[in-house]
């Protein structure tokens, strides 16, 4: 299986598509296996000419576990520029879902160089008057850890009720299976508090956000409760020239019925990008990677 390296830190990285192909590499959020990133929705972006890498984050999945270890958000960033050079990718597309956005700001915030574009998803700027929870969804997260792999699947179906989806889009038996996986294949409850005391160390980034110069998409759920929208509309407002688009019934999760129009809302983003691009002429940079 491919594994990057960060010092003694390594990071299982899976990759759809062509070689050839433009890279989109996609950021998990909290306590979020790669494996989130379903390969059917994966697939999509491949179909439209895009090299997909999905990775666990440090403390998750099948990357490395830091029992003794403090880290902040800028470090997991770095982890993202490792899993790039282990796939020999000098820039790529970089979307990022909940701390997963965050993770991605931080790296375009630090490593602007390998960025094309940047995607920030149901996320929000570190500034403690935007993006917070409802007491509900704040709740259902801090939830104890479940003891059983019936209790985990239970808690996911829960918690996706609170802060998920309109009730229509949620698929109950898709969500249980896949709640199944991810607990078979690693369920490590210990990383999740390290990865939160990571978002609370990266604290406040408006003022680099609006140093960006990136081509920036934000993306909100206008049923989010986690993360409330407040925090995707700060992002776009702080980052020059961004876009935002608000998904109506969308909550802090990305059921199938959302699939097509995200992957569209994309993929139109990074043409009209690549447009604005070619439009000003040599030297402005190339979106197609």
């Not at 179909?47 to 890498?53: D, F, T």
């Not at 850890?145 to 898709?174: C, H, L, M």
């Not at 993929?267 to 197609?288: E, H, I, K, Q, T």
Request: hydrophobic residues 40%; contains cysteine.
């Amino acid at each position: 299986m491919p594994i990057a390296h960060r010092g003694d830190v390594d990071l299982f990285f899976e990759v759809f598509g062509s070689a050839t192909d433009p890279v989109l590499l996609l950021i998990n959020g909290l306590g979020s296996q790669c494996i989130n990133y379903d390969e059917q929705w994966c697939e999509k972006f491949a179909a439209l000419g895009y090299r997909v890498i999905r990775f666990d984050n440090r403390d998750v999945g099948l990357s490395s576990k830091l029992d003794q270890g403090a880290y902040a958000l800028r470090d997991m960033a770095g982890d993202a520029v490792a899993v790039l050079d282990a796939a020999s990718v000098e820039r790529a597309h970089i979307m990022g879902v909940s701390m997963g956005g965050m993770i991605a700001q931080r790296l375009a915030i630090d490593h602007g160089d390998r960025v094309l574009s940047l995607t920030s998803v149901m996320s929000s700027t570190g500034e403690p008057d935007y993006g917070q929870s409802s007491p509900e969804a704040l709740a259902a997260l801090m939830v104890k850890p479940a003891r059983t792999r019936d209790e985990y699947v239970d808690n996911q179906v829960a918690e996706r009720r609170v802060y998920g989806s309109k009730p229509e889009w949620i698929d109950e038996a898709y969500l249980r299976a896949r709640a199944a996986r991810a607990f078979d294949r690693c369920y490590y409850p210990g990383g999740i508090r390290r990865q939160m005391q990571a978002m609370m160390r990266d604290g406040d980034r408006a003022d680099d956000l609006r140093s960006l110069t990136v081509p920036t998409l934000v993306i909100h759920g206008d049923r989010d409760t986690l993360v409330d929208p407040s925090g995707g509309r700060r992002t776009a407002e702080l980052i020059p020239g961004a876009r935002y688009v608000e998904i109506e019934g969308m909550g802090h999760d990305y059921p199938a019925a959302v699939w097509d129009r995200w992957v569209e809302t994309w993929a139109d983003f990074v043409r009209s990008a690549a447009a604005r691009d070619y439009r000003a002429g040599p030297g402005s940079g190339n979106l197609r990677g």
